[in-house]
């Protein structure tokens, strides 16, 4: 184990959750990406790991820095290509000896959202990489992984999803159809997966997050803001996210899969905060 990995967990501390498995992390782009926390997190606890992205990410963005302090080696890979994760699972457990345990998707991205499209003038185009991408990807991920029995016995599974999958957010756009099909891919590859080998597959619903993907959504701050009024513990910040995703990758959860498991503060289940109905008050008497 590197040098820059034995400081890393003294500096957090770890509990050795994660001591002797390996894993792979898709989607770390830099140091605000979940996915790059995640990475991190893991290796405090103990796992070994390889990171995932696109070429044009991995171009973009600084995964070979996060490679370097954690000794994860980088395989890229277009996670909308079969042969491409292929190569992923295969090259992984080359890497880390052996069968992977958990596995993290943070993958997602529309261009209709890029390109300022509104729900109602989608560019079906664009629509459909939305969906290949953001969702569409996790079900090949998973195929691939199963296929080539490259998940350990009692593995988990993490993808991030987000609350529009169930209600309507002026704004998410075609990322809220893209995470409904998410979570439906789980429950259904859950159903499979679970009586084979035991391995769990849940989504973790995060609070809006100040990520460069998160940041894309028009409208963020103000979204952002909002959440965090209603949410009677505020919203949850990309490190609680990492932290809430190693206990799913950990012995401590084996019972549970096929879960959207809501990481936000309490949101999804508030009607109405003190706090944000007193912003409302302001707002009205002006």
Request: net charge negative.
């Amino acid at each position: 184990m590197s040098t820059n990995v034995n400081t890393l967990q003294n500096e957090n501390c770890g509990n050795n959750l994660l001591k002797g498995k390996r894993g792979i992390i898709f989607g770390a782009l830099n140091e605000k990406s979940i996915a790059w926390k995640v990475a991190e997190k893991a290796v405090a606890e103990g796992a070994s790991i390889t990171l995932s992205n696109a070429p044009i990410a991995l171009r973009m963005g600084e995964i070979n820095r996060l490679s370097e302090k954690l000794n994860a080696p980088v395989v890229p890979a277009d996670a909308t290509s079969v042969e491409d994760l292929t190569q992923v699972f295969e090259q992984s457990q080359q890497l880390l000896g052996g069968k992977i345990d958990f596995v993290l998707h943070s993958i997602g991205m529309s261009p209709n959202v890029r390109k300022g499209r509104k729900y109602d003038d989608l560019s079906y185009e664009f629509f459909e990489k939305t969906l290949d991408i953001s969702a569409v990807s996790f079900h090949k991920m998973l195929q691939v992984a199963r296929k080539l029995d490259a998940i350990a016995e009692g593995g988990s599974i993490v993808a991030l999803t987000y609350v529009a999958a169930q209600r309507a957010f002026t704004g998410y756009n075609d990322m809220a159809d893209a995470k409904a099909l998410l979570e439906s891919i789980t429950r259904n590859f859950g159903l499979l997966y679970g009586p084979e080998k035991g391995v769990r597959i849940n989504t973790v619903s995060q609070s809006p997050t100040v990520t460069t993907a998160g940041s894309g959504v028009g409208g963020f701050d103000l979204f952002y803001d909002v959440a965090d009024k209603m949410s009677p513990l505020g919203n949850a910040s990309a490190d609680d996210c990492a932290n809430y995703c190693v206990t799913l990758f950990s012995d401590y959860t084996k019972m549970v899969t096929m879960q959207n498991l809501y990481h936000d503060g309490g949101f999804s289940t508030t009607g109405m905060s003190l706090a944000a109905m007193e912003q409302y008050e302001k707002s009205r008497l002006k």
